[in-house]
C-alpha cells in the first residue's frame, strides 16, 4: 500500500468522504466540488499501478477541470501554477496539483493569509495593516493628532487589543482604536452557484 500523502493527513475515510460528496454535491461551491473530487481520484487510485489507463484517466480529468478552474479564477494555492498542466502532463504532475489544492482548501483558518486590521470606534471600514506593530502605531499617530497637544496622552494596549489612554477617566479609559487580525477572504472560500 503507497504510504498517504501528507495534503491527506486529516482527510476523512474515503467511503465516509465519497458519502459526503454524494449527499452534499448541490449545495458546495464549485471550487470545493473539483478540489475534493480530484482528491478523492487521487487518494482512490493510490494502489493502482501507473499502467492502468482508467485510473490515470480519472486523476488526469479531475486534476485538468480543477485547473481550469483555477486558471480561469486565479484560485491555485501553492507553487504549481495550473497553467503548466495539460493533457500530456506526467501523473506526477497531476498529482502534485491535486495535492497542493487540497491541502490549500483543508488547511484551518488559523494558517490561512491574514490581515491587520485597524478602526475607530464606530466608523465604517478598518484601514489594513502588514502586521500588528504598523496597525498600532498608526492608530497610536492617529488618535494623537484628534487630541489636545497640551495635554499629551499617556497610551497603552490591552489585550483586547484597544488602545487606552491613562489619561482618560479610569472608568473608562479607552480610545475606541482597535488593531486585531482577520482572516482573507479567499477565492475558494466563496460559494458559487454553479
Do not use: C, F, N
Not at 9 to 21: G, I, K, R, S
Not at 69 to 80: E, I, K, M, N, S
Request: aromatic share 6%.
Amino acid at each position: 500500500m503507497t504510504d498517504r500523502p501528507t495534503a491527506y493527513a486529516t482527510a476523512p475515510d474515503l467511503y465516509e468522504e465519497h458519502q459526503e460528496l454524494v449527499r452534499t454535491m448541490a449545495q458546495l461551491p464549485l471550487r470545493e466540488r473539483l478540489v475534493r473530487r480530484a482528491a478523492l481520484a487521487d487518494r482512490e487510485t493510490l494502489d493502482v499501478p501507473e499502467a492502468d489507463g482508467k485510473a490515470v484517466q480519472s486523476v488526469l480529468s479531475a486534476a485538468l477541470k480543477l485547473a481550469a478552474h483555477d486558471q480561469a479564477h486565479g484560485t491555485a494555492a501553492g507553487p504549481v501554477a495550473p497553467q503548466a498542466l495539460g493533457p500530456g502532463s506526467p501523473t506526477a504532475d497531476l498529482r502534485a496539483y491535486i495535492r497542493q489544492e487540497y491541502g490549500g482548501w483543508s488547511s484551518p483558518a488559523e494558517q490561512r493569509p491574514a490581515v491587520w486590521l485597524v478602526t475607530r470606534a464606530e466608523d465604517p471600514g478598518a484601514t489594513p495593516a502588514e502586521d500588528e506593530a504598523t496597525g498600532r502605531a498608526y492608530a497610536e499617530a492617529r488618535y494623537r493628532e484628534d487630541e489636545d497637544p497640551d495635554e499629551p496622552a499617556v497610551l497603552r494596549w490591552d489585550a483586547d487589543g484597544e488602545l487606552v489612554d491613562e489619561t482618560l477617566d479610569p472608568s473608562y479609559p479607552y480610545t475606541g482604536w482597535t488593531v486585531r487580525q482577520e482572516q482573507v477572504i479567499r477565492a475558494a472560500d466563496l460559494p458559487t452557484t454553479k
